[in-house]
């Protein structure tokens, strides 16, 4: 028997919005090959006008769709999801965070600024060695992101949907394996393994939760059950009699 949600208005918009402007920062987002030089990736930010505002957009949808996982995660608290949608919070909160300085601050605003100044500098080497090491670091933090935003907090989120029988099975299941697969390519993408399967996991990866992200919103805005299945006991102890 369906069940309404118990959320407010707050929950579906967020999602919604949040997974609006990740459809749009990333379907602009100009394409950079993973063998990419990093005097190829600063020309490439030189060429493209709207660098630093499409990478804030990103960063603003990373929070709210991080927003939206938390509001939804709060109303798992009296199901058998209680304890994997709290793990879920907290890594939407720390992997939130890492995120939005990755793509909003060194994606978005200390990277252009090496572009402009490669652009305008008699001799490049200085600014491609700060570059080449700031660029090495990002791609290693974007390694992080994606085991602790897509991996850690998608694999228990989805965990908490399916042991509270909420949502539509195909949200939850696929929650489960964007994350499974994060929390699997995440640290090779840290080490620098098989960089041309992880560049190409990595964006799947990140279309299937913009998906997942609309279908939760779709379905909150229906004002539907947040479960398709009756609550399961708290997986919390309970006092004896």
Known sequence: MERRSGLGQPAPLVLFVGALLATVGNALHPFIDAAASVEEVLGTINEHGSWELLHLTIAVAVV??????????????????????????????????????????????????????????????????TAAALWAFDQALLGLVVTLYFGALFLAFGTALVKAGAFAAWMRWTSVAAGATGVVIGPLMVLGIADEVTFYAFRVVALAVTVVAFGLAAQLTRGTAMASEPPATPDRPTAAA
């Open 64 to 129: 709210l769709l991080a927003g939206g996982v938390v509001l939804v995660c709060r109303s798992l608290q009296d199901t058998a999801g209680a304890s994997w949608a709290t793990l879920a919070s907290v890594f939407a909160i720390v992997g939130a965070t890492i995120f939005a300085v990755q793509i909003g601050g060194i994606d978005g605003a200390v990277m252009p600024e090496l572009a402009a100044a490669l652009a305008a500098a008699d001799d490049p080497s200085a600014v491609l060695t």
